[in-house]
């Protein structure tokens, strides 16, 4: 594990995965990041790369052959390389091997960047085309789970707030598929209420296009919470698995989403990928304030 800390907050890091763990508050003695309890969900803040969310049938047809990847990717399943480390940063790094050729077969550079400034932790990846010929076709996203209640009070007494304030597109979930071609509108004038019952058909997933955008997580009384700023992400998903009253909420920046319905299998046409230019490179940031 590695550890990056200061007078505030004390953030706990697992190259497996390049996962985020623990964010502790030392001056409330208040834990944020969601535990990992395996009997709701055993994961803590896993990163969705090559892709974010399913992919029809488990697989996807390159140059005439088939390949199988799983939901959201290998990265959360590998360990990276930490190629550089501070009191108050680090950089993890995955890159392309026999083992990710046998389902992807690019080559990438992957890096994951943590920084901590006062009470924020800001998230960085950067993906990086290394081919001399070929493009590089990928999503990437974040997946961090936050413990609710925080402070006190129960799961339903917390709220999502969003700005800009307006209506944005939420695409529904078809199974796991999504289905951008119906959009119903999600009306964020006024703060979401988490409640449990609205998840049982999958994640909310908002449209945001790239534009800056904020979430505020945290009771009424606001005593304690998390404000995350996604700075140039396509959509967000706000997640818990249904029906297990799980004691916490996902907020989940996306550069990428699962299959469409009507998805053609092509993965060159997949619907809200990314795509790099040999030799160039993306980056993709949110961060998150702990108060």
């Known amino acids: 594990m590695i550890t990056l800390e200061n007078d505030q907050l004390k953030v706990t890091l697992n190259p497996f995965g390049a996962e985020l763990t623990a964010v502790y508050n030392k001056m409330a003695d208040l834990e944020y990041i969601w535990y ?26 390159l140059a005439g ?10 990265a959360r399943n590998m360990t990276f390389d930490v190629v550089s480390q501070s009191n108050d940063s680090v950089r993890f790094r995955l890159t392309d091997s026999e083992s990710t050729w046998r389902i992807y077969p690019f080559a990438f550079q992957f890096d994951v960047v943590f920084t901590l400034v006062g009470t924020v932790v800001k998230v960085d990846y950067e993906v990086f085309n290394p081919s001399e010929t070929e493009s590089l076709f990928f999503s990437v996203g974040g997946h961090p789970a936050f413990n609710l ?6 799961f339903s007494d917390y709220y999502l707030s969003i700005s800009p304030e307006k209506v944005y597109d939420r695409l529904r979930l078809i199974g796991p598929y999504s289905n951008p071609n119906q959009p119903v ?8 209420r988490l409640r449990q019952e609205d998840y049982h058909d ?3 997933i908002l449209k945001l296009d790239r534009q800056r955008t904020t979430f505020l997580l945290a009771r009424l009384a606001n005593q304690h919470g998390m404000e995350m700023t996604v700075e140039n992400a396509q959509y967000l998903g706000i ?4 029906g297990k009253n799980a004691p916490f909420i996902a907020i989940e920046p996306w550069w990428g989403i699962a299959d469409t319905v009507d998805a053609t299998g092509n993965f060159k046409e997949k619907f809200g990928a990314n795509v790099l230019a040999a030799g160039d490179a993306f980056t993709g940031s949110y961060e998150m304030n702990f108060f």
């Open 65 to 74: 052959q088939t390949y199988y990847m799983n939901q959201h990717g290998f």
């Open 239 to 242: 997640w818990t698995p249904a």
């Open 36 to 61: 990992g309890d395996p009997k709701y969900w055993g994961r803590h803040a896993p990163n969705l790369f090559p892709i974010v969310g399913r992919l029809q049938g488990d697989q996807y047809r």
């Open 185 to 192: 509108p999600f009306n964020a004038n006024i703060p979401l």
């Open 202 to 204: 999958d994640a909310i």
């Open 149 to 154: 209640p925080l402070d006190g009070g129960k």
